[in-house]
């Protein structure tokens, strides 16, 4: 499978036209075309024509498409799924997954023919307790992708406050990361919500790297570059990346497990993250 960056992830209304013809020439590595929460009831319909004729229209470039569609179990989310089958959309993201079923029932929704990859909100009580059930839907449904989480929805269910540094969310967090990683699935981290605090914001994205995300949901173009450039590796990380990489190719190395360079010991597991780091920014 060829590696994408998911470092951003900008979710806009669907029903906001200005927005989705900005998605094409923002530098966000996905865009989330939203039919669920941004979306009022009665705009529901329109928004889902205006989505559809965005993704037709193309001209998103090297983006990730993802359309989040309404729940299955709302009066619009079975339409939406069969609105986007066969249609130039990357992804699917369903909200408030909460078990394996509704991973796999979103696989029947798209049908034997189905192109897109699937993607599931972690946002409920229920998905952090069943995360790890969820990830192992993988197995059976290997269009799925990637996790989201949806901290607006959990700090609603839980009652508990997102406050900087975000405490009380970090159990939740690492729960559905290492279930995330147990399945081989990517996880993207949840949005900021306050747009005029940068500093705040990029603290945010730094703890989200440094738990193990791919990267972060966002709610606004002004998010976008500060997230790519804590998600993407600095050049001091690079630096050291390539001297490791190759470093058990050497002659000399080629019978250890182990070297010590610079004053740091050096295994092969290293090499291979130094690799895969190289290879996020060597994708052209
Ligand atoms: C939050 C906003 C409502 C703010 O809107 P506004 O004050 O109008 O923004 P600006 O005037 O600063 O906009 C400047 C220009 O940028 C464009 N813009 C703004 N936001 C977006 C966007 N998200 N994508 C693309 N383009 C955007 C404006 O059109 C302006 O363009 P121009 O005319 O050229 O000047 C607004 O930012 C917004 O709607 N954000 C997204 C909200 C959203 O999608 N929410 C749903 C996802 S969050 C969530 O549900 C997470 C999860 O489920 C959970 O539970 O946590
Ligand atoms: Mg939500």
Redesign the pocket.
Known sequence: MPFRPRRSA????GS?P???E??RS?PADV??L?L???VAPDEKAKARDSVLRAVAEGGFGTREVVV?VNGLDTPWGKEDLAAFVGTQADAVLV?KVSSRADVVAVQAGLGAGRSMAIWA?M?TPQAILAAAEIASARAEVPGFAAM?????????ETRATLLPGRRAFQPWLATCLIAARSSGLDIID??FND?EDAAGFEAECRQGREMGFDGK??????QIEPCNQVFSPGPDELAWAERIAHLFDLPENQSLGVVRLEGRMVERLHAEMAQRMLATVTRG
């Open positions: 900008l979710y806009m209304p906001n200005r927005a989705l900005k998605a923002l865009v989330i939203d669920e929460d941004s989040r909200p909100m946002e989201v989480m949806g901290t607006n929805d959990l700090a609603k949840g949005v747009l949901t966002l709610i606004h173009p002004r």
